[in-house]
């Protein structure tokens, strides 16, 4: 059972610039990863996919596209999300989530809310100001 951890969130002006880690307590390859966020009141909403390694093919919300950026280190086992460009539009509790493992490639058609992730980490703060 892997265990997530966030990390890196803080506040952060427009324009400006945050990255989130995700620490994996065992190597992450054969999981399809993802980025969610959540505001209070609001559904949550996927941010970023990224799938397993032998795939590794990458998915973004419209909102998010051109300005983050998915990646893995698998050697650290950490997962990231380079946000550039932030807009106050980004404030939001951030999770990283999990999946698998997965023999083959998850290759979603829509983010979707999560719902079909197995682990979730604590989650981190992202405020954006203007």
């Known amino acids: 059972q892997v265990q997530l951890a966030e990390s890196g969130g803080g506040s952060a002006q427009a324009g400006g610039s945050l990255r989130l880690s995700c620490e994996a307590s065992?190597?992450?390859?054969?999981?399809?990863m993802a980025w969610f966020r959540q505001v209070p009141g609001r559904e949550r909403e996927g941010v970023a996919f990224?799938?397993?390694?032998?795939?590794?093919?990458?998915k973004y919300a419209d909102t998010v596209k051109d300005r983050f950026t998915i990646s893995k280190d698998r050697a650290k086992k950490t997962l990231y999300l380079q946000m550039n460009s932030l807009e106050l539009e980004d404030t939001a509790t951030y999770y990283c989530?999990?999946?698998?493992?997965?023999?083959?490639?998850?290759?979603?058609?829509?983010?979707?809310?999560?719902?079909?992730?197995?682990?979730w980490g604590q989650g981190t703060q992202v405020t954006v100001s203007s």
């Open positions: 990224i799938d397993i390694d032998v795939d590794g093919g990458t």
């Open positions: 065992e190597y992450i390859g054969s999981y399809c």
């Open positions: 989530a999990a999946k698998g493992p997965e023999f083959f490639a998850c290759r979603p058609r829509q983010l979707g809310s999560g719902d079909d992730y197995n682990y």
